[in-house]
């Protein structure tokens, strides 16, 4: 099994059929792994004899019934494995904790098998991973450069071959940045959908538990596996619902900086490939809306040149005033500027926040996702030493906003540069918007294998659906009158957050009506008797939260209500209906078949 893919669908087949078994996989990763760590991904690796324990574990159990049977994950150090030393890298700070950490634990009940613990920049400040006493993590496709950090182990380890996903952490863009400078997937999930109890905080508020992947499928899969509540973390949130999954849409909007505003700090490898980047979404699809990057970047800078500095310090504010001196140069000097900051200072900075938000967040009733490269350029590991603070910088300039402003994320693959390093753009959305990020980010693997101009690529059939675990949370409603686009009630819509999904017809068996009385002027929608006469009618289809329907369905005044129409396609949905008793005073108008047409009628 040298060759063996370690992604998770070829994991499950093979267990599936019988070919491969938990212990025979461990056989596998202790080949892979042995003395094999030039590349300082590892700080810890389990022994042998625990890993066959996780696999003699899973000998009684089906397969099928397990959604991680068997699949071997990697650990950030800075996430607790029970009975395993937590460094941080920081060799002084370490303990060994009895329990694992909530989203580890999970996985394991899952059926994953935990490998070992992941080098990373020292205390997650960073992201370009050579700011560790085990060394600086190197690059899986050319060791001079760097892998990315602060989780910069895990995704080496993917990367590598040697366990099929692993976990990072993710509070200013080090679940992404290293997944686009080793060609793997890196999801940041909305904040606090995977739990942070047992991760050794960078900014509490912040943090995220982050996942690297081979595949946009794989890691819906373990998303899956890992999220919910707990009650143990104070940030923990509940999944909602994604709504419309324009990731899986014929068509989508997506938003692209400004020209001005994109930066590759020189690098014309990365400005080509994101380029061809926004032409693969256009052939997927895709509609591009150039928008002000301008509130995001500001947004970005207060995480490092304002209070969220302090934040850190907070995080191991007993270390560092007993031991500044074993912590990294440029960790410290992050970490100790946290002194200049005060309460007066954190206040005025969430309020910025606020103001920096509403202006980013206006970007949503235009575009259904955002598009950058992940990070503009790619630097030496001795380019990056020599100049540690300003590179990691630039490093951060696409992703330091993300989670100061509550967006999901997920960097993607997009190709090499020509001297074989690889290139990863990230496709963003607001929060809980994971699912439809990732059913994209899955079409986008497919395509970067396709030429530019070929044949737009159909949407896949994917290995997981996780619409089944996490639901839309949404309600469709089909409209015929004054709440159509553009006309006068739309705004009760557009208010509750509802967007246009669908434009077609009922099925043909409806009677149109245009109620007596107004403005604004009604119609009414009226099903016919079987073997009556009736008509198709042009109706738009509208998605809501759940939540807004209730207050929508009881502002509709009588004779009009909400019940079930049938559409053209057979599917029913919420609707217009309209009582039989108000059509005696009203005008048959089921030869327009459309309520635009009968008010352009009485204009003329």
Partial sequence: ???????????????????LTPRALVDVVLARTAGNNTDNAWIYQLPAEQLYAYADALADKDPAQLPLYGIPFAIKDNIDLANVPTTAACPEFAYVP?????????????????????NLDQFATGLNGTRSPYGACRNAFDPEYISGGSSAGSAVAVAKGWVS????????????????????????????????????????????????????QDAEQVVAAAAGIDEADIYSRKVEGHGFDFGRAATFI???????????????????????????????????????????????????????????????????????????????????????????DAFAGQYRLRELKR???????????????????????????????????????YTNFMNLLDYAAVSVPAGFQRDGLPFGITL????????????????????????????????PALSVELTAVLPSGQVRVAVCGAHLSGLPLNWQLIQRGARLVQVTTSSPDYRFYALAGGPPYRPGMVRVQPGEQGGAIAVEVWEMPAREFGSFAAGIPAPLGIGTITLADGTRVAGFVCESYAIADAIDITHLNSWRIYLKSKCK
């Fill in 1 to 19: 099994m040298e060759n063996l893919s370690l992604d998770i669908a070829n994991l499950q087949a093979l267990y599936r059929a019988g070919a």
């Fill in 98 to 118: 009895e329990q694992s950490a909530t989203v580890v634990q999970r996985l394991i009940d899952a059926g994953a098998i935990p490998v070992g613990k992941t």
């Fill in 165 to 216: 996903f692993s976990l990072g952490t993710d509070t200013a863009g080090s679940g992404r940045v290293p997944a686009a400078f080793n060609n793997l997937v890196g999801h940041k999930p909305t904040c606090g959908w995977l739990s942070t109890t047992g991760v050794v905080p960078a900014c509490r508020s912040l943090d995220t538990v982050s996942v690297f992947t081979l595949t946009a």
């Fill in 254 to 344: 997506f938003g692209v900086p400004r020209t001005e505003q994109l930066q590759f700090f020189g690098n014309a490898e990365a400005e080509r490939l994101f380029r061809d980047a926004v032409a693969r979404l256009h052939e997927l699809g895709g509609v591009a809306i150039e928008i002000d990057l301008a509130p995001f970047l500001e947004a970005a800078r207060l995480l490092y040149d304002g209070p969220w500095v302090a934040e850190r310090y907070v995080a191991i504010k007993g270390f560092f005033d007993a031991h500044a001196d074993r912590i990294f140069a440029p960790v410290r000097e992050i970490i100790g500027g946290a002194a200049r900051y005060s309460a007066a």
């Fill in 359 to 397: 202006q980013a967040d206006k970007v949503w009733a235009a575009v259904d996702c955002l598009v950058t490269p992940t990070a503009g350029t790619i630097y030496t590991i001795a380019e990056m030493q020599a100049d540690p603070i300003r590179l990691n910088s630039n490093l951060g300039y």
């Fill in 428 to 459: 963003v959305a607001p929060a809980h918007q994971d699912v439809p990020l990732l059913h994209l980010a899955a079409r986008c693997q497919q395509a970067v294998a396709t030429p530019l101009g070929a044949t737009a690529i159909a949407q």
